[in-house]
DNA sequence: TCAAAAGTGTTGTATATACACCCATGA
DNA sequence: TCATGGGTGTATATACAACACTTTTGA
């Protein structure tokens, strides 16, 4: 018996749901789609799992294509499969969801893909199932933000806690006492006070802080209980 | 342009890890693989993906051929994609992990799959990547049974608070304050009591309980923080 | 009557929340 | 000097953990 015989291969794509802090929004970064079916419309950055590749590995290459970056916050969402998502072949999709600093991000890579930053109240119709993806990725960060130390994956390495805050009300759509919020992000023990002041955005200027990243690593799997009912939010 | 041109199509299968409780010990129900390559070894139930369905329906049918269940708790867990995984051919394989009460699985239909339980401390050596995805289904279980009411799936329709403790400790290898156990799961209010008792494991007898279903469903998402220091046991 | 498991209550500790004022600085 | 945002402290309520005794009943 020859095995595996009979059986049908399907194309596996992977797609990647970026997002990015410019300070004041959560972002999502879009292509226009270079080629048919549905050229022209607005797409997440995908790719196909090459022969000697990983889904992971397509996912970095994917990733690194279109933004420059390696050694992001990268995460399987997972598979959407429905067998007619793509009008012109069967196509398996893996969606996995980035996290990167949006001042790393290299504008001119993109420029190829006509990629875009949206606010996400602002993102436009999609091909295929992307909406779907683009809202489960959301579900996923605030699940996951709510729990883990997340969203230092979205910030410059040097950030203030005034910073971080507006990104964690940014990702829950509420605002939280900034006595209470500090106290917590510091209670973590993951901060490293820095001698200087981001002047920008006030006139006292507001102290940064950097990762501790070994404890970051260590820390990561603790749960934080950061977002009070953070049920509410998903 | 031929759309999707020269590109390589794969296998996908699902895989499914199946675990039950037996009333003492958490168990995961292996078959004997029934065609080469690895014939006659340990694995994982799985199946082909085919034309009609999408992955998860696939997962669902895998199972029902199983264990003769439907409808019972079924999660994706993550691809597993690496190019040499199987021998024969590259097939991309999506892991899920299913809850099953025990009692209601038919012995049956396993015969011929020659399926057997496991305890997860004796689980063999299994083809592929299946050990894998045993490790990541066990991880995944108790990270999610630390925070949502996930673990009644394992339990009969009638089960009492003691037997109810025991799956907890054999999920997270650990014991409990039967006192402050009771008073938590309680204050979930998602439990309704029984007017008769289960007499078998004790002479006093302990009263029977039964879900919730409305509350169940609407308080899933609630976090629980059910296990102190849940990390700890991840 | 006694062994074995079920069931229940209290108290101290830690954690979370709510809330108001002072500080530093550039305009 | 004043408006703006940064930074801090305290009192209260709530949740959690530790802990010991009584109840029931079959053998």
Redesign the interface.
């Given at each position: 018996?020859v095995?595996?015989k009979d059986?049908?291969?399907?194309?596996?794509a992977v797609d990647c749901i970026i997002l990015g802090f410019d300070g004041a929004k959560l972002k999502l970064l879009l292509i226009k789609r270079g080629?048919?079916?549905e050229k022209n419309k607005w797409s997440l950055m995908g790719g196909?799992?090459?022969?000697?590749?990983?889904?992971?590995e397509s996912a970095k290459r994917v990733l690194k294509q279109l933004t420059g970056l390696s050694g992001v916050y990268l995460e399987?969402l997972?598979?959407f499969?429905?067998?007619d998502r793509d009008p012109?072949?069967?196509?398996?999709s893996?969606a996995y969801f980035a996290l990167i600093d949006i001042n790393q991000y290299q504008k001119q890579l993109s420029n190829d893909y006509q990629a875009e930053w949206f606010e996400l109240d602002q993102i436009p119709t999609l091909i295929f199932d992307h909406n779907d993806m683009v809202k489960s990725a959301i579900r996923r960060l605030r699940y996951k933000a709510?729990?883990h130390p997340l969203l230092f994956e979205l910030l410059p390495e040097k950030f203030t806690i005034p910073q971080l805050q507006i990104l964690y009300e940014a990702v829950y759509d509420t605002i939280f006492d900034k006595r209470n919020f500090s106290r917590k992000v510091l209670s973590l023990e993951l901060l490293v006070k820095q001698k200087d002041k981001e002047k920008e955005s006030s006139k006292k200027g507001a102290y940064f802080y950097k990762l501790d990243l070994t404890k970051y690593e260590t820390n990561f799997?603790?749960?934080l209980?950061f977002i009070p009912n953070?049920?509410l939010y998903?």
């Open positions: 018996m095995p595996y059986l049908e291969r399907l194309l596996v080629f048919e079916p196909f799992v090459q022969p000697n590749e990983n889904s992971l399987e997972r598979a499969s429905n067998p012109e072949e069967r196509i398996l893996l709510a729990l799997q603790a749960f209980n953070a049920h998903l």
